[in-house]
């Protein structure tokens, strides 16, 4: 079965505190996408990976970095979270084969509280 | 947490009657396009798609319509079930860019 997983699914953390938000993909697959989604602004693309060692900046990437070192794995990392990262966040890969245009499939979801 | 229903506009309909849900896209490029549907707690969850060579397409309890002259889309749910509320919106494929959604809501 397919699945796009995050970690954790909800955290409270405080201003300035590094964290890093995990996300795994079993499909093998090489495009893997981070999004934030925020009430009244729908959902909006911070990074994405087109493959190991590939990445680009989306359309909301300030104060975010990520990584892909590895094909399953494509973390989130926030380096000095602030309250405006306060958030509902999904990481993203293709539902089916290696090609863009095809539906996401979306893992479940981490919330971020940022106080 | 705070939905993200909140400030979306609210389709309320009767259960067993038809929901339609729209979107309007704005690149005259754009040539897949995908609907999702985002219960509360869970990720988006892909509903049905449609490419641009074609103006409707069918699944289960399902239609979409593609009106490029017009660059709008609509949904259309058959027979609505309360397991059918839930926030949807459309995506243009190749940008992966994403409407705000619409937030349906089926009253038994």
């Given at each position: 079965e397919a699945q796009v997983t995050q970690n954790p699914r909800y955290l409270i953390t405080v201003t300035g505190k590094k964290l890093t938000v995990t996300c795994s993909q079993n499909?093998?697959?090489?495009y893997m996408s981070w999004y934030r989604q925020d009430p009244g602004l729908g959902l909006r693309q911070i990074y994405y990976s087109m493959n190991v060692e590939v990445t680009d900046k989306g359309d909301v990437p300030e104060g975010y970095k990520v990584s892909r070192k590895e094909k399953r794995n494509f973390p989130l990392i926030l380096e000095s979270p602030s309250p405006n990262q306060t958030s509902l966040y999904f990481c993203a890969s293709p539902l089916?084969?290696?090609?863009?245009n095809q539906p996401q499939h979306f893992g479940d979801g981490t919330r971020l509280s940022i106080l | 947490g705070e939905s993200v229903g909140l400030h979306l506009p609210t389709l309320s309909v009767q259960e067993g009657d038809n929901s339609i849900i729209n979107c309007a896209y704005s690149?005259?490029?754009?040539?897949y396009f995908i609907w999702y549907k985002q219960e509360s707690g869970k990720g988006p969850q892909f509903i049905i798609d449609i490419r641009s060579n074609m103006d409707k397409r069918q699944g289960q309890r399902v239609t979409v319509l593609l009106n490029k002259t017009v660059k709008h889309l609509s949904l259309q749910i058959a027979?609505?079930?309360?397991?059918?509320s839930a926030v949807y919106f459309c995506a243009e494929g190749n940008r992966l860019a994403f409407g705000k959604g619409n937030q349906v809501v089926v009253i038994p």
């Open positions: 499909m093998n697959h090489e089916g084969g290696p090609s863009l | 690149n005259s490029a754009s040539d027979a609505t079930q309360p397991g059918d």
